[in-house]
């Protein structure tokens, strides 16, 4: 379920274009904010 869904995150993200890239980057990396990569990562290591 969760590889699916990064699978499906990280799919809609390369989509965004071009055009878009930078705002896509800026959003993406907000929701990985510092207090939530750690879980982030853990969890898709978790989940290997």
């Known amino acids: 379920m ?3 869904l990064l699978t499906g ?3 809609i993200y390369f989509l965004a274009g071009n055009a878009y890239a930078e705002d896509y980057n800026d959003i ?3 929701m990985l ?3 939530n990569q750690e879980i982030f990562l853990s969890v ?3 989940r290997h």
């Open 2 to 4: 969760l590889k699916s």
């Open 33 to 35: 904010k510092k207090e």
């Open 28 to 30: 993406f990396w907000g």
């Open 9 to 11: 995150l990280f799919f």
């Open 44 to 46: 898709a290591t978790a």
